[in-house]
T-cell receptor
Framework: DAGVIQSPRHEVTEMGQEVTLRCKPI?????LFWYRQTMMRGLELLIY????????DSGMPEDRFSAKMPNASFSTLKIQPSEPRDSAVYFC???????????????FGPGTRLTVL | AQSVTQPDIHITVSEGASLELRCNYS??????LFWYVQSPGQGLQLLLK??????LVQGIKGFEAEFKRSQSSFNLRKPSVHWSDAAEYFC????????????FGIGTKLQVIP
């Protein structure tokens, strides 16, 4: 398995621009997570999907952030408009829950390093 | 709500020395506990996990951790550190019921000196 795939790996944009981050979870996993990592706040959960449905979006900072999961193999995190304080590394993770496997072990992608100028 | 405390932000050890990274958690029931490692520019990789059973858990790369309920701790240990162990280590706690929200600690950055 290729693991969790994220694109792009690096994104540099200017303030006010729309940014879209993409994630392909591990095939067969039914849960997907978006995290943001910064020096000041560490690793923060932004949103959690289970079976493509958003279950907990309490970590989404504000209305400028939105996430979708149109099918089991793809998710996007969009920031519109972007601001310099959004600069961070964004991780996507997936896991398998509720099927008798090692649930709650999350597999992380390599991350997208976002810089907003 | 669950929480995790990693009291040491930065630790420096000599190569070949033993290592212990501290982790304390707060959760009302039996938690799921994890240690992840992150190398520079990489995502997080699972080192080991505790769900139930034997409280001493063996992981990859020669790491182990011990769950101590009375101390609400899950410290990570390695008897002899290698230069390649230099990375950032994250302790995490997950709820044993409901959906699988996992809360991560702030991380401990490990530096290994020759």
């Amino acid at each position: 398995d290729a693991g969790v795939i994220q694109s792009p790996r690096h994104e540099v944009t200017e303030m006010g621009q729309e940014v879209t981050l993409r994630c392909k979870p591990i095939s067969g996993h039914n849960s997907l997570f978006w995290y943001r990592q910064t020096m000041m706040r560490g690793l923060e959960l932004l949103i959690y999907f289970n079976n493509n449905v958003p279950i907990d979006d309490s970590g989404m900072p504000e209305d400028r952030f939105s996430a979708k999961m149109p099918n089991a193999s793809f998710s996007t995190l969009k920031i519109q408009p972007s601001e310099p304080r959004d600069s961070a590394v964004y991780f996507c993770a997936s896991s398998l829950e509720g099927r008798g496997g090692d649930k709650r072990e999350q597999f992380f992608g390599p991350g997208t390093r976002l810089t907003v100028l | 709500a669950q929480s995790v405390t990693q009291p040491d932000i930065h630790i420096t050890v000599s190569e070949g020395a033993s290592l212990e990274l501290r982790c304390n958690y707060s959760y009302g029931a039996t938690p799921y506990l994890f240690w992840y490692v992150q190398s520079p520019g990489q995502g997080l990789q699972l080192l080991l996990k505790y769900f139930s059973g034997d409280t001493l858990v063996q992981g990859i790369k020669g790491f182990e951790a011990e769950f101590k309920r009375s101390q609400s701790s899950f410290n990570l240990r390695k008897p002899s550190v290698h230069w390649s162990d230099a990375a950032e280590y994250f302790c995490a706690v997950g709820a044993s019921g409901g959906y699988q929200k996992v809360t991560f600690g702030i991380g401990t950055k490990l530096q290994v000196i020759p």
